[in-house]
């Protein structure tokens, strides 16, 4: 299980997240929305252990990601929405070298390595500098770190970005698999409809603070939205009436 | 459609620059700019001293002194000018072609004379304001000796803007040139062989042809030879001599229009021969500089070689240290500095080798010592520039990767530790080669042989850990160039805390150092006694705190570090 409690982040006067807390339970696909700068990125590196939160902690599995950070690591794997990696290394010896970072090696790493450059079809790249891969190809090895160590629990900042449609299917295939197997994934997303179809339950964001949480439906009952759409639901909870103003600004 | 003017095309970057200043203020930065400013001011002072007295002597020389004066003006604008052209052919790399705002000009409706002048301008300024600083002093020197006046500043001002934008003109019509050849990333990578393997060359040949032997009178066959040397320019048409002849004509009252106007009508020329040279080439050659990222590359040579070697090592830690060693023989920009270190090794060799110290013997031994330990010194300064452009940068190149570092569970101690070993022990091999061959050369004995290997062993580890701390301490996340990090004002402090180590260490190593001279001039037997004991044990102890305090506040600071 992923555990927020209390979780604030400032920076300097300004309040990142505002003292949120959150449940993720195991074999849960939880999507985190949230309009640009509501607070889901610093939340998400707090979680993954990047960021120091001012106040509150992040409990996986039992373990304090900040407190004791090596067991809670162990378990988790992190992909952040910016691809940066390593340009001079090649694929596979990014992969080996993350791998590392966990404690593994020998051929069973070797093995884990090229069954995940085949599966993300990188395995024709695997020899070839990170510099020469395409952003879609960087966020692929970036997944395929992510995995190496097999986590528990997934933390993905905004995975669709960059990636060709195959890649995007292929992505939401093993996440469900993942999922379906006992693992827990902490999703962030703008695309509301990968959100619908994929999460079991999703939190939506504003402004740092937590606004509303639970499955769809609990959401558009805790709302009163009938049978709204997400995006419909989205847009009520975040501010839509913006959105009619800037449609008329186009002149739409 | 109006275009857009070039301050306009330039303003952000100029809004940038002072933004970073207001940012560095906000933090306290005051102190910052206090210590840059004392630093400038004292190698402004030093330039100006030392050339003021060489001018002073020039200046009573009948006859010659003028020539020399000239003659030492025209070597030091015309190296500048070869500096300033190497400089423009980097920086115009980074400025036309590998700039992040060049997407956005480019696609902009902006012309291409407004783009070529932004980017000149820019090209211009990075890549000659240390040359420009550096002529102040130079050109007061001149200034005072030969009474110039109030007149000499916008003088010596109109003289030296040309002679920046030449350098810049050619510098950047050559780098377009060798972007059409090659592509931009792989022309960065020739370029910073071809630049320091020319500069390893200058200086070595420099070294070679003994300059010390122009000291010597026996060196002049006949004055008048030599006065003749000194009257022919070294070409009428390096652009070097017109603004030697424009500033001396103004400095001894034979002002003469003509190099002034060459200056300027040169360099006229040349942008506007820039500016069409651009517009023939610029696009394709950006086109290319989109492209040519290296795809191939050489097999699994670390991991059967050092990755045999490092076997017995936590895989983290192994994994780690086999990164480093990748990442750093892969960047060309990396390796190829150590081209400029080998040729500086042998030029210090050879020094060392042509000292006249061994015409008497009693002053010969005396000498032989001295400059024995005086050279731990000098190696330990040698070794801790080393160790600022490599590693110094070390925390700060992890800058964009921090997030796989902090999300994974390593254990920053490893880090560290990894960046140390890998930085220090080349270090190490690199200072007791120096320090054992400079005490062959120099003959000396078994004691001073003992005490040099081993402080200088205790030097290298502290060095290393300094600029490993203060990297950490002053990160510089966000410059993708490796060189430009030392340059910085932590690099600086780093510096400042070296050089204090080293003559911490030199003062307590000289008590244990002057006793075992003393004895041996008396002709006693050298006994390693309580004194000497204590005085070694001191600079161990100032070696091991400055090993292991700054690698202590590194870690902490590096489990601060937010991303």
């Known amino acids: ?252 | 459609m109006t275009q857009p003017s070039l301050w306009h095309v330039l303003q952000p970057k100029w809004r940038t620059a002072l933004q970073r200043i207001r940012e560095e203020r906000s933090r306290g930065g005051s102190g910052k700019m206090l210590l840059l400013t004392l630093v400038g001011l004292a190698f402004w002072v030093g330039v100006y001293g030392v050339l003021y007295r060489i001018l002073k002597y020039f200046r009573g020389v009948e006859e010659v002194g003028p020539l020399l004066a000239a003659k030492l003006l025209g070597l030091v604008l015309l190296s500048f000018i070869a500096i300033l052209v190497l400089s423009n052919v980097i920086t115009a790399l980074s400025s036309f072609f590998l700039a992040k705002d060049l997407d956005l000009l480019v696609s902009a409706p902006v012309d291409w004379l407004r783009l070529y002048l932004a980017k000149l301008g820019e090209t211009l300024l990075h890549s000659s304001w240390m040359v420009g600083l550096m002529t102040v002093p130079i050109l007061a020197a001149y200034g005072v000796i030969y009474e110039g006046g109030a007149l000499f500043a916008p003088y010596a001002v109109l003289t030296l803007v040309p002679l920046l934008v030449l350098p810049a003109v050619v510098g950047s019509a050559l780098t377009l040139i060798l972007v059409n050849a090659f592509p931009a990333r792989r022309t960065r990578d020739l370029l910073s062989i071809i630049a320091l393997g020319a500069a390893g060359g200058v200086i070595l040949l420099f070294r070679l042809v003994q300059p010390e032997r122009l000291a010597r009178p026996e060196g002049f066959r006949n004055l008048l030879d030599f006065i003749e040397v000194l009257r022919t320019p070294t070409s009428p048409f390096l652009p070097s001599e017109w603004g030697t002849k424009a500033i001396m004509g103004f400095l001894r009252d034979t002002p003469d229009p003509l190099p002034l106007l060459l200056l300027w009508s040169t360099a006229a020329a040349f942008v506007t021969l820039g500016a069409m040279l651009h517009r023939e080439l610029f696009a394709q050659g950006f086109t290319k500089a989109q492209e040519g990222a290296e795809r191939f590359v050489r097999g699994k040579f670390w991991r059967w070689t050092l990755g045999w070697v490092l076997a017995p090592l936590p895989v983290a830690k192994r994994e780690f240290v086999l990164k480093d060693v990748r990442l750093f023989f892969r960047d060309t920009t990396q390796w190829s500095q150590l081209i400029l270190l080998a040729v500086l090794v042998v030029v210090y060799l050879f020094n060392i080798k042509a000292l006249p110290l061994r015409r008497g013997e009693p002053v010969g031994f005396f000498y032989v010592t001295l400059v024995s330990f005086l050279n731990l010194g000098l190696a330990g300064f040698v070794l801790a520039s080393i160790a600022a452009r490599f590693i110094f940068p070390a925390v700060s190149l992890e800058g964009r990767q921090m997030w796989l570092l902090r999300s994974s569970p390593l254990d920053l101690r490893a880090l560290l530790w990894s960046k140390y070993w890998v930085g220090t022990l080349p270090l190490l091999v690199l200072a007791l080669l120096l320090t054992g061959f400079t005490n062959v050369l120099l003959q000396v004995g078994p004691y001073m042989m003992v005490v040099g290997l081993v402080a200088i062993c205790g030097l290298t580890l502290a060095i290393a850990a300094l600029a490993l701390g203060f990297g950490a301490l002053y990160p510089q996340f966000e410059t993708e160039n490796a060189a430009q990090i030392p340059t910085s004002f932590g690099g600086l402090v780093y510096m400042m805390a070296t050089i204090a180590l080293l003559a911490a260490v030199i003062v307590a190593l000289w008590q244990a150092v002057y006793a075992y001279v003393r004895a041996v001039y008396d002709g006693r037997p050298v006994v390693v006694d309580g004194w000497m004991i204590a005085w070694f044990t001191i600079a161990a102890a100032i070696c091991a705190a400055a090993t292991v305090i700054p690698l202590r506040i590194g870690l902490r600071k590096m489990e601060s570090f937010e991303f």
């Open chain 1, 1 to 252: 299980m992923i555990r927020l409690e209390n979780l604030t982040k400032h920076y300097g006067s300004f309040v990142a997240v505002d003292d949120i807390s959150l449940e993720v339970p195991r074999g849960v696909l939880y999507g985190f929305l949230g309009p640009n700068g509501a607070g889901k990125t610093t939340t998400l590196r707090m979680i993954a252990g990047i960021l120091r939160p001012t106040e509150g902690r992040v409990l996986l599995g039992g373990d304090d990601v900040h407190r004791d950070p090596i067991p809670a690591k162990m378990r988790l794997g992190f992909i952040p929405d910016r691809p940066f990696v390593y340009d001079k290394l090649t694929g596979a010896e990014f992969l080996r070298f993350v791998a590392g970072l966990y404690g593994q090696e020998g051929e069973a790493v070797d093995r884990r390595i090229a069954e995940l450059l085949e599966v993300f079809e990188l395995a024709s790249w695997k020899d070839e500098l990170v510099e020469a891969y395409s952003h879609g190809m960087r966020q692929k090895l970036i997944i395929s770190s992510a995995l190496i160590h097999r986590p528990e629990y997934i933390v993905v900042d905004e995975p669709m970005v960059g990636l060709d449609p195959k890649a995007a299917r292929l992505l939401k295939d093993i996440f469900r698999q993942f999922v379906a197997r006992g693992g827990t994934v902490l999703m962030s997303t703008h695309t509301l409809e990968v959100a619908e179809a994929m999460c079991d339950r999703i939190a939506i964001m504003q402004h740092g603070k937590i606004v509303a949480d639970g499955t769809v439906d609990d959401v558009r009952r805790q709302h009163r939205a009938g049978d709204a759409t997400l995006e419909e639901l989205f847009l009520k909870l975040t501010g839509g009436a913006r959105v009619r103003a800037l449609v008329e600004v186009l002149g739409g």
